[in-house]
């Protein structure tokens, strides 16, 4: 098939936004692979490629609100990793850095005292674990903060308890919680 000119951009084009979309979604099926808690030893040796390649960048964005945190990208390279911490909300929120294999794995208070029941009980951390925190983060305002994070799985929350007209509302309990892997 004889293309002309304009047949050729289109093609050039068509076959460069398939490569994109193939390699963004070779990159997802990777970081969703990597995050399981039990990896192949095919996927740490591409994890080990991707984090040599230049690919995974040190910073992330992460976005709080009620109730929600999300992170963009969830997969950073090790070492210094700085976090732009965006409350999007109207109250004020915080982001704690743990590692641990996941949000199962954190203890929880089962007593109400201090916390309230079902909010992760950070006395009951590891202080090794214990990677840092925002401190209170105002509404609509931004902290960037600069973590030192070795390779593993990590998990930002913020642990706030909010008084709603007598009862207690922590944040974390409500889904202010996501995953950060570092590679
Ligand atoms: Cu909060």
């Known amino acids: 098939m004889k293309l002309n000119r304009s047949d050729h951009e289109v093609f050039a084009i ?11 979604l070779a990159f997802a099926a990777l970081v969703t692979a990597a995050q399981s808690e039990s990896r192949s030893n095919a ?14 960048g040190s910073t992330a964005k992460v976005t709080l609100q009620e109730f929600s945190m999300a992170v963009h990208p969830g ?8 976090l732009q911490v965006d409350n999007v909300g109207s109250i004020v929120h915080e982001l704690v850095i743990v590692r641990a294999a996941g949000v199962a794995a954190l203890p929880k208070v089962t ?3 201090e ?8 006395e009951a951390i590891a202080e090794s674990d ?27 929350f913020c642990n ?16 202010m919680v996501a995953t950060l892997l570092v590679v």
């Open 111 to 113: 007593k109400a005292g």
């Open 14 to 24: 068509g076959s460069l936004a398939f490569a994109f979309v193939a390699m963004a």
């Open 130 to 156: 214990k990677m840092g925190e925002t401190g209170d983060v105002a509404a609509r305002s931004s902290v960037t903060k600069t973590f030192d994070l070795p390779a593993g799985t990590y998990v930002m």
């Open 43 to 56: 996927t740490n040796k591409r994890v080990a490629q991707l984090a040599a390649s230049g690919v995974v």
């Open 75 to 82: 997969l950073v390279q090790s070492g210094k990793v700085s």
């Open 115 to 122: 916390r309230s029941v079902g909010a992760i009980d950070e």
């Open 160 to 175: 706030i308890d909010s008084k709603n007209g007598g009862r207690v509302l922590n944040h974390f309990t409500r889904g």
